[in-house]
């Protein structure tokens, strides 16, 4: 079973609103992530969770914090977002055994649209 | 300098054909893994195969083959008796042995087109 879920499959949020996008594995995966994906562009990478505990920031704004509370679930809560936030948010997870072949399976992703 | 290159932004194949997708990489770590993944319309990246630095054999998972020439850096994705359900982006990304907590580094990608 290599699945990952997220929930919401969509969501539209106004500039002050705050929401929460949310991530779940059963594969016993000990690495999660998250990345932004804008349109016809690879994704980027967001932030990296290993054994819950965030390693990875790419210097991403602070009204994206994630959240990891245990090995399966992950979460991304949004606060005063911009419309150029607008884009599909993408969770994967990854055994972590620190060898090459170690693969990312991604979740269906939560289309985004910031008003 | 970009690290995997993907010089095809879109490729058209007639249905039960084969398609090659180019793939280049840079890297001086001689341990790395390559990938490829689809992504139709819906947003699901997909996990199709994997090819290790080391491997001898090309990869191979049902239609999807990876044609890895190393000494070229390039690991072409073939995709044997093409179907109307392969029309999808599809990318190609790389992890080396020396980067951090399982770091993917993704091509641009290549916008694949089944025609009937």
């Known amino acids: 079973d290599t699945e990952v879920t997220q929930t919401p499959k969509h969501l539209v949020m106004g500039m002050t609103n705050k929401k929460s996008l949310k991530c779940e594995q059963h594969?016993?995966?000990?690495?999660m992530y998250w990345y932004k994906q804008k349109a016809k562009k690879p994704p980027e990478l967001m932030f990296v969770y290993s054994y819950e505990k965030l390693s990875i920031n790419e210097s991403v704004p602070s009204r994206f914090s994630p959240e990891c509370p245990n090995s399966s679930l992950l979460n991304l809560h949004l606060h005063a977002l911009q419309p150029e936030d607008s884009a599909l948010y993408l969770c994967?997870?990854?055994?972590?055994?620190?060898?090459?072949?170690?693969?990312?399976?991604f979740g269906p992703g939560t289309r985004l649209t910031v008003l | 300098a970009q690290k995997i290159t993907q010089t095809q932004p879109g490729m058209f194949v007639q249905e039960k054909e084969a398609v090659t997708l180019d793939c280049t990489y840079d890297?001086?770590?001689?341990?790395?893994?390559l990938f490829w993944y689809k992504q139709p319309s819906s947003g699901e990246m997909i996990f199709l195969i994997y090819q290790g630095s080391y491997d001898q054999q090309n990869a191979t998972e049902g239609r999807y083959s990876l044609n890895f020439q190393k000494a070229r850096k390039s690991a072409n994705l073939v995709i044997s008796a093409s179907q109307l359900g392969d029309s999808a982006m599809y990318f190609c990304a790389m992890r080396e042995r020396g980067s951090t907590l399982g770091r993917l580094y993704f091509g641009r990608g290549t916008q694949l087109t089944v025609w009937p």
């Open positions: 594969m016993g995966h000990r690495a």
């Open positions: 994967a997870s990854s055994q972590l055994q620190g060898a090459i072949t170690d693969t990312q399976y």
């Open positions: 890297t001086s770590d001689p341990s790395y893994g």
